[in-house]
């Protein structure tokens, strides 16, 4: 059937189309809006479960001889790292009565320095690319923010005084706990419950359909925050357009020094591939909560890039990009 092979072909954007029908319609329609008030929040929640539990099943398909550093991946913090300053260079020389452009630029900021997503291994899998050094890539991210999210962010914003142990504490929770248990506990599966392995193994698509429901649920949050805006006309404009900017910049440099090393796939995926859900909580907390549109769209773009992606590959059995 025709509609079978569309959803399967355009999952990424069928998840895209469903989380921002269901926010709409649950928000908008007055008898709706209650059962939107008491779901919603508990789909919020339900989200670190699901991620949980996709990420426990790509690991346990993990080559543990390809789980070691590579160059390429502290090559890309060095370039995320430097454009993260560039970024705050800019902001830095915009006039302080010029608040419009500042918005802007934290939008980017925050698109920029936001860590590599916990689906990264999921859709790096589906691409054609390696599980094992894309999560140790994951790890050495988070690594890395801990650093740089304390060392920038008062450069930006002066009154956001995040010290290094909150920015481990952040990591650790929203991130690290996520990433380290489910790859131990694949580990131990594979050594100790190896019949659990197989059975997951055939499973193909569990992981990339659990992360599209997810996907479904992180469009609704984008959706609401977008439609809750108060700017108009060329800020919002900008803030929804430059996010795509970025995405297509941060995949290539992403696959054009991956490539070197003969890992362009991971490369564009690990710098391409952005946690949002950090960077909106991120925004929302220590910088101007209107520049949120800025990660809410980089969701919506760089989903699309892997959309295509996907397709691409699904149709010829290559990615050319």
Partial sequence: MWLIKFIKNWTLLCSLIVGSAVYLTFSRIPLLEPIGDAVGPRLVDLMPYVIFTMLYLTFCKIDMHNFRPRKWHFALQGIRVLLTALVVIAINLVPAADHETKIILEGVFI???????????VLTEKLGGGIATMTVYMIIANIFSIIIIPTFFPMVER????????????????VLLVLAVPLVLALLSQRFAPRIVEWVKRR????????????????????????????????????LFLPLVVCIILFSIGKAVGGIWGENINGGQALGQKNNVVGIW?????????????????????????????????????LKW
């Fill in 111 to 121: 698109c920029v320095i936001c860590p590599t997503a916990a689906a990264a291994p």
């Fill in 159 to 174: 009154s956001a005084h995040i010290t290094f142990g909150f920015a481990f504490l952040l990591v650790l929770k929203r």
């Fill in 204 to 239: 193909h698509n569990l992981a990339f359909y659990l992360w599209s429901f997810n996907l479904s649920i992180i469009m609704g949050l984008a959706v609401r925050m977008v439609s809750s805006t108060p700017l108009t006309g060329e800020a919002l404009f900008l803030l």
């Fill in 282 to 318: 991120l925004m929302n907390s220590f910088l101007n909560p209107v520049a949120v549109i800025a990660p809410c769209a980089y969701v919506v773009w760089q989903n699309i890039i892997n959309a295509v992606q996907l397709w691409y590959k699904n149709k010829h059995g290559y």
